[in-house]
């Protein structure tokens, strides 16, 4: 799970290339870690979901920051490949179940109870 | 000087098409496509509800391998690995965005789908050309498609079905194999219009450190820059073979590429994966790459020079050969030390 996560140290450039532990029960979605961002552009243009956008921000080195919105976000990747700074992690959309399971925590629950 | 091609009895503004994917996929990029003079929009795939499954996606499943990392739309070689599969809404949502593609639209909308029984193609293409495509591309090569399913005993089928069920021009799309010429020939006798030459290739890639296949644990489909010449030489052999038009699709990242395949016959060229890595204003530089090449050779359009280099493509009989031998001759003497 940790080596799943952007900010551990290791060979891989970009985009971790294994999915995090979470996702066979949640959507992941890619997050800015502000502090890391370092405000280069080169996320946004290779977002082709709409979900990637430069904002101001004030108080930051850069007085501006990536900002992920995480509802367009549909997890492709592409903008950890983007990054050089290493900024981009995955967190769980807990509404978001994989497709042929269950859509809510009660029906979850249900699932698990069952054999299937 | 005119980018202008006839191309399936549409005036294209550009032979520069966007391939079918993620470039096509929200009718809001109809109109990045149009501010960059693009020739047509080939939408993303819709599949037949028998493949609804191939609606969801994994996350992640976009990688650059090989990756030069250049920004500002000067990346020149990378591989794309991806594992996205069809347009994520349901069939209504996609003849929806169709409806709406064609009404925001100033250049022609096509749409692209995927099934398998000749019935369901026929059907998703009615509802498309309903819908307001005005050609249906046929991804009956897709990467992602189920492999029991074949070009003889699936896709022919599927091609008379759907050249019998719509008026509107039908492109069958192609990938690269051993036999595709002869797919392309098939394709032209069940009444195609025109090939969509080539899909991407399915590929893999492992992670040695954990050992296994990297992103969703399968294949996926691979494409880049390095495509081309492998798609150059399928053009070439298409283009011989068949009398209908060729879309030629693979690995395109300048005017000079698109040039290059319409030297070998084809007449409309799509891009996708120049369009991601380095931006949308990719289509409009192309395009002033081959303006800039037209202006130089004296080219009024594109036509001129459509398949000038096929037809000094040799046969191997004919190439010029000389001997490999030194002056020695065969270099079978053992020298002792």
């Known amino acids: ?116 | 000087m005119s980018l202008s091609t006839e191309f399936l009895g549409f005036s294209l503004q550009s032979p520069v098409m966007v391939a079918s994917g993620p470039a096509s996929h929200d009718v809001n990029q109809i109109r990045l496509a149009q501010e960059q003079r693009a020739g047509a929009v080939v939408l993303k795939t819709a599949c037949s509800d028998k493949y609804a499954h191939m609606r969801y996606w994994p996350r992640p499943r976009y990688k650059l391998l090989d990756w030069d990392k250049q920004i500002a739309g000067r990346s020149k070689t990378f591989s794309l690995y991806s594992y996205e599969q069809g347009y994520s809404g349901r069939l209504e949502d996609y003849w929806e965005f169709i409806r709406a593609s064609r009404e925001h639209a100033r250049i022609p909308i096509f749409g692209s789908i995927f099934a398998d029984e000749a019935r369901d193609w026929a059907d998703l293409a009615r509802r498309a050309e309903e819908s307001g495509a005005e050609a249906v591309e046929l991804d009956i090569s897709s990467p992602h498609r189920p492999r029991s399913l074949e070009f003889e005993t699936t896709f022919v089928a599927a091609i008379r079905a759907v050249v019998a069920a719509v008026h509107v021009p039908v492109l069958v799309k192609l990938a690269p194999s051993a036999d595709l010429a002869h797919q392309c020939t098939v394709a032209e006798e069940c009444g195609a219009s025109a090939l969509t030459l080539c899909n991407r290739i399915r590929g893999l890639d492992v992670d040695v450190e954990e050992q296994r296949p990297i992103l969703h644990g399968y294949f996926a489909g691979i494409g880049g820059p390095w495509a081309k010449y492998s798609v150059m030489r399928h053009v070439a052999e298409a283009a011989q073979a068949v009398r209908i038009p060729i879309s030629a699709t693979g690995g395109v990242m300048s005017g000079e590429d698109v040039i290059k395949y319409i030297l070998l016959g084809a007449t409309t060229v799509q891009i996708l994966s120049v369009i991601m890595v380095n931006g949308w204003d990719s289509i409009g530089r192309i395009n002033r790459e081959i303006e800039v090449y037209m202006e130089r050779k004296g080219l009024a359009t594109l036509a001129v020079i459509r398949g000038r280099a096929l037809s000094r493509l040799i046969r191997p009989e004919e190439i010029i050969r000389y001997s490999g031998e030194g002056a020695d001759g065969p270099r079978n003497v053992w020298n002792e030390e």
């Open chain 1, 1 to 116: 799970m940790a080596r799943a996560m952007s900010g551990t140290k290791s060979k891989y450039a970009g985009l971790y290339p294994h999915p995090p532990a979470f996702a066979a029960e949640h959507a992941p979605v890619a997050e800015v870690v502000e502090g890391k961002c370092i405000a280069c552009d080169r996320c946004p243009p290779l977002c082709f979901f709409e979900a990637l956008f430069m904002e101001d921000r004030r108080g930051h080195p850069y007085g501006r920051v990536a900002v992920v919105v995480q509802r367009n976000c549909t997890g492709c990747g592409l903008c950890f490949e983007a990054c050089p700074a290493d900024a981009f992690l995955w967190v769980a959309d807990h509404g978001q179940r994989p497709y042929g399971a269950a859509q809510t925590s009660d029906r979850k629950e249900k699932r698990d109870h069952e054999s299937y």
